[in-house]
Structure formats: structure tokens, C-alpha cells
């Protein structure tokens, strides 16, 4: 084989690069003579992948209900990875901005436009049978959502409604974190005690997520926003990335999860619990929990009608159909 001009060349850049970080250039090539090419499946680890859907249950449409889940859940990665790029830059421009927002609002949009697989996706009887078996798990206990909220806005938009304006001068991070919507969302209707879901989660992850809370409160996306410069804040495309991120995380997502929860869990004569006890007709409809993040760049008309026309046009039908 000849060696050519650009083959020369790129062997003397990979031995400046072994030879910046001490180590030989051609124990590396005798390395990639050996090593076995890359494969897709072995690349995308498919065995392993496909083998994670273990379903509790020997009815079918659990692992549709699993399967869903999981895609959920990649699409959240995806999501969060856009945020720390974000939140680790010493500065952000307008095209950094705009160009990590649109990717985010593209996964939710993917995740929002799917939900029928949910919906429409599963057998009702062999839903209220196989959920169940998963008591008390819940998709309450996603913690990468959790983590998506805490990056995308200050923390005090997303304390419980009934205690944001005694909390409006409060500074202090723990406290409000005691205060976060979702510590009311897992909570048994009719007691008002906290669920073993909610337990369970707080164990697992409240150390994790104060933490988080703490750390992004200069770093999330409202407060990346406000660091641009005036033009760029007022720039049209910038406002409308950050108003479709905020309908899509505050409505349109948990809608759907609503209309699935209209589909499986309410009955005429009867609304039936969440796999894990929440009070899912008071913690979903975001009529209900006007949790917005960013309250400055909507309307007061905007905020009151926050999430109601959606619930008219969409629930009821579903209600009608079940």
C-alpha cells in the first residue's frame, strides 16, 4: 500500500496526540490491528437493550406498558444532556441557546405526539389487572423528570400553588425545596398522607435532587435567558423556543398522561387510584397546578387559561369514548 501524502499526515497528528498524553502511537496500532470492527448491534448493546423488558405479568400489553417507559425515559437523557451542555458553558449566545432548546423541545414533542401508543395502546382490562402487580411503582417516581424541572426553572416556580405567594421572598433553597409541588402530587386523597410512592422516592432521591436544586439555581434555563443580552432576550424565535418548552413540559405532557389516566382509570361510577395512590385528578390537569417556568414571558389571560382549553377539547372525548 502507499503510503500517501494525507496518510503521512494523519499519522503524524495521532503520534503529536499519544505523544501529548506519554504514551506510544504504535502500541496503539497494534491495538487496531487485533480489535474486531464495530458492529450496530454491539454498538447499540441491542441484546442488552431488548432484554431489560421484564414484565411482572404474563398478560402481552405489559410490555407495551414497560417498552414506553423505557423509550420515556432515553428521550429524558437525551433532554438532560441538552441542559448540562447548556449549564456548563461559561457563556451562552443566542444560537447556542436557541439551537440546545429546539433540540429539547423535539424530544418532547416526540414523547407528546407518541402517547398514543398509551392511550390507545393497551387492553383497559388487562391494564387494571397487570398495574396491580406493580404497586406502589409509578411514573411519579421519575426522577429524570424531576431533574428536566429543576434545570429548566427557578425553584420557586415550582412550589405547590396554594404556597407560592406566603413563599415569594424566601431565599432559602431547602426550605423551598420542602415546598415542591410533587411532595403534594403522591399524596392519598382522602387521608392526605404521603404514599409509600412518594416515600419511597424522597429515600431514594431527596438528598440527589436538593443538591441539584441548589446548583442549578444559576445555571437552569431562565437564568441563562436572563444572562443574554437585551436584544436577544426580546429576539422573536428565542421567546417562542422557551414558550413551546414550557407548554410542552407543564401541559401538553402531563394532558396526555391525563387523558391516558381518563382512559384506564375513570369509570362512570367510579374514578379507580393510581398504581401508586396519587391523587391523579388533582396532580395531573395543569389547570390545577399552574406550574409555568417561565410566569414573565406569558399573559395574565395566558396564565389564568393555563392549560383549560386543552382539557375541554381532549378529555371530555376521551370520557365520551371509554
Known amino acids: 500500500m502507499e503510503i500517501t501524502k494525507e496518510l ?39 441484546d442488552t437493550l431488548l432484554s431489560l423488558q421484564k414484565p411482572k405479568t404474563n398478560f402481552s400489553d405489559e410490555v407495551v406498558f414497560i417498552g414506553y417507559h423505557q423509550i420515556t425515559e432515553l428521550y429524558f437523557k437525551l433532554a438532560l ?38 392511550v390507545d395502546g393497551m387492553d383497559q382490562k388487562e391494564f387494571l389487572s397487570f398495574r396491580m402487580a406493580l404497586l406502589p411503582a409509578s ?102 423556543a422557551l414558550k413551546t418548552n414550557d407548554l410542552n413540559a407543564n401541559v401538553y405532557w402531563p394532558l396526555a398522561h391525563y387523558k391516558s389516566a381518563v382512559r384506564y382509570l375513570a369509570k362512570t361510577d367510579e374514578n379507580i387510584a393510581s398504581t401508586g395512590g396519587t391523587n391523579w385528578k388533582k396532580y395531573l390537569p395543569p389547570k390545577f397546578q399552574k406550574r409555568i417556568f417561565y410566569p414573565n414571558l406569558w399573559t395574565q389571560e395566558e396564565k389564568d387559561q393555563w392549560g383549560k382549553g386543552w382539557v375541554e377539547d381532549q378529555i371530555l372525548q376521551t370520557i365520551k369514548g371509554a
Not at 503521512?8 to 496500532?29: F, H, T
Not at 441538552?82 to 458553558?89: D, M
Not at 431514594?204 to 443574554?228: F, G, I, P, S
Not at 443580552?229 to 426580546?234: I, L, V, Y
Request: charged residues 30%; hydrophobic residues 35%; negative net charge.
Open 139 to 240: 411514573g411519579f417516581q421519575s426522577v429524570q423528570y424531576r431533574q428536566i424541572e429543576l434545570f429548566s426553572t427557578d425553584l420557586c416556580n415550582l412550589i405547590t400553588q396554594t404556597k407560592r405567594e406566603e413563599l415569594k421572598d424566601v431565599e432559602d433553597i431547602a426550605q423551598l425545596f420542602s415546598f415542591i409541588y410533587w411532595k403534594y402530587g403522591a399524596t392519598e386523597e382522602h387521608s392526605g398522607k404521603k404514599t409509600l410512592t412518594l416515600t419511597q422516592f424522597e429515600e431514594r432521591y431527596d438528598k440527589e435532587l436538593l443538591a441539584l436544586a441548589k446548583e442549578t439555581q444559576t445555571t437552569n434555563l431562565w437564568q441563562l435567558y436572563v444572562r443574554l443580552n437585551p436584544e436577544d432576550q426580546a429576539d422573536a424565535q428565542v421567546m417562542e
Open 81 to 118: 444532556q441538552e441542559f448540562k451542555c447548556l449549564a456548563n458553558k461559561k457563556t451562552v449566545d443566542k444560537t447556542e441557546f436557541l439551537l440546545r432548546i429546539k433540540r429539547i423541545n423535539r424530544y418532547f414533542e416526540a414523547l407528546v405526539h407518541s402517547f398514543s401508543i398509551m
Open 8 to 46: 503521512e499526515e494523519r499519522l503524524l497528528l495521532l503520534n503529536a496526540k499519544y505523544e501529548s498524553i506519554g504514551q506510544d502511537l504504535i502500541s496503539y496500532l497494534d491495538g487496531l490491528l487485533y480489535c474486531e470492527v464495530t458492529t450496530y448491534w454491539d454498538y447499540i448493546q441491542l
